[in-house]
């Protein structure tokens, strides 16, 4: 039995990442089905409640007000909007509704009162109800909390060395923090990073270190392939070639072997043999829906030929572990 380790070294998961390649997918695909049923994958769908016209200036985000992206800003959904948004995606398979808003924090305002209607109206339809608002205080996370909220996604991005090159309106201990205050408001964790930045592989690991450090390691955790967007600082980086991203979700699955592991951002840019390579390295869970915040993803339809093809199915709502979890009250009795 593999123990869930907190404890690895930066030097350790370089050694598994650098692992040679087949090796590593069986290494990871053999922790996979250990700890998971290997043959489901989380389908979550991925709304844009607010869209673009954000004051942080991160450099691969078609949303910051800094670049000028041609994206059309949209000011807040209506609850009506999101409610009806939900009830498609569940029909095409979802089990979990992700909103997310380009704030670079949340206001106590009419704004977020609306969210928390969002939060109840989703969360009454049983499906895992998530949100990506920025940055949030302690308070704010209760509020979110007490609404019903599953998850709160807020990514670390990179390491905190290369995060200072790719924002600087904000550090990697805001982001921390907001994670601390999700955690405890015992909403699940979700985050993860991107890779194609420009990072070295070194950046990549000590990501993964800080994550799988966490006293419990984030229930959910986003891989995504930056999209390079024009008009955005990164918008000539080279596309992240198939074989690293292998190698990041790989090593993600060694070092958090229960999380749910998302194929996220940049599915667009794989073929099918690719994304086949991303689940046998350990993903199991996708965005889906033919546009991911503001750029284009594969269709639903897309995805469940995809799902026929490779016999995996998708996973029901709340089947890992509920708002307070085990390892949460674990920690708490200690
Ligand atoms: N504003 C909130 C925040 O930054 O936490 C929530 C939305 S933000 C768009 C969520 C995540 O999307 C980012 O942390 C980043 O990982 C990812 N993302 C944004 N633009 C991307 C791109 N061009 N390619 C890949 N991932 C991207
Ligand atoms: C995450 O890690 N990836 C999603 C979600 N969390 C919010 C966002 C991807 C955004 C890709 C660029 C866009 O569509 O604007
Ligand atoms: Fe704003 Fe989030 Fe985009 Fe950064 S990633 S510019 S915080 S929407």
Not at 7 to 15: G, P, S
Not at 146 to 157: F, I
């Amino acid at each position: 039995m593999t123990a869930i380790r907190n404890n690895w070294t930066t030097e350790e998961i370089l050694n598994v990442y650098n692992t040679p390649l087949l090796d590593l997918i069986y290494k990871a695909q053999t922790i996979h089905r250990e700890f998971n049923d290997a043959s489901e994958v989380q389908v979550s769908s991925l709304i844009s409640i607010k869209t673009g016209g954000c004051a942080e200036d991160c450099s691969y985000c078609p949303q910051s007000v800094k670049y000028n992206t041609g994206i059309e800003a949209h000011k807040l959904m209506t609850l009506e909007e999101v409610l009806f948004a939900a009830d498609k995606a569940k029909e095409g398979g979802a089990s979990r509704l992700c909103m997310g808003a380009a704030w670079r924090e949340v206001r106590d305002n009419k704004d977020f009162d609306r969210v928390i209607e969002m939060v109840k109206g989703v969360n009454a339809k049983d499906m895992e109800v998530c949100c990506t608002l920025g940055m949030l205080t302690e308070n704010q996370a209760q509020r979110l909390a007490d609404a019903g909220l599953y998850a709160y996604n807020h990514n670390l991005d990179t390491s905190e060395d290369s995060y200072k090159k790719i924002i600087t309106t904000r550090s990697y201990d805001d982001r921390l923090n907001t994670i601390k205050n999700v955690r405890k408001a015992k909403v699940t964790v979700c985050s993860g990073g991107i890779i194609g930045l420009g990072e070295s592989v070194e950046d990549r690991v000590k990501m993964l270190q800080t994550l799988s450090s966490m006293e419990i390691q984030p229930e959910s955790v986003p891989i995504n392939a930056l999209v390079p967007v024009a008009g955005t600082p990164l918008e000539n980086q080279p596309l992240v070639p198939i074989w690293e991203m292998v190698r990041m979700i790989a090593t993600t699955r060694i070092v958090m072997p229960k999380t749910v592991l998302r194929l996220s951002a940049g599915r667009n840019q794989m073929n099918l043999e690719g994304q086949a390579l991303c689940f046998l390295a350990g993903a199991n869970s996708i965005f889906a829906g033919d546009k991911l915040l503001t750029t284009p993803n594969p269709s639903f339809n897309e995805d469940m030929e995809m799902f026929n093809l490779f016999g995996l199915t998708p996973r029901k709502a709340f089947k890992g572990e509920k708002k307070t979890t085990k390892s949460l009250q674990e920690v708490e009795s200690k």
